[in-house]
């Protein structure tokens, strides 16, 4: 059984910053990725950045220059560094790990984590 366990949100002024951490424990063999994604109320859940299991980083652009997803691969955690926060940037955050084992492809989500942006 994997769990996935999000933390670091809460409530910050515009400009501030947040870190989030997601670690992922249990039976993984092998993750292909980490991702984190944001539903804001009302709107759809959206990818904002993500870890390939070589490294390569992507971001969606409303973030880019402002967030940076970063792993530690010995204890199956992400994090996600948050500067320069906007209103807009307010949603829960959910962790995804994507894993594999004899070629099969498993999707894991944690419950997720508020943060809130405003003064």
């Known amino acids: 059984q994997v769990q996935v366990v999000e933390s670091g949100g809460g409530w910050v002024q515009p400009g501030g910053s947040l870190r989030l951490s997601c670690a992922a424990s249990?039976?993984?063999?092998?993750?292909?990725?980490m991702r984190w994604y944001r539903q804001a109320p009302g709107k759809q859940r959206e990818r904002v950045a993500a870890i390939i299991s070589g490294g390569t980083t992507s971001y969606t652009d409303s973030v880019k220059g402002r967030f940076t997803i970063s792993r530690d691969s010995a204890k199956n955690t992400v994090y996600l560094q948050m500067n320069s926060l906007k209103p807009e940037d307010t949603a829960v955050y959910y962790c995804?790990?994507?894993?594999?084992?004899?070629?099969?492809?498993?999707?894991?989500w944690g419950q997720g984590t508020q943060v809130t942006v405003s003064s």
């Open positions: 995804n790990i994507l894993s594999s084992a004899a070629g099969i492809v498993y999707d894991y």
């Open positions: 249990g039976s993984i063999v092998s993750i292909n990725a």
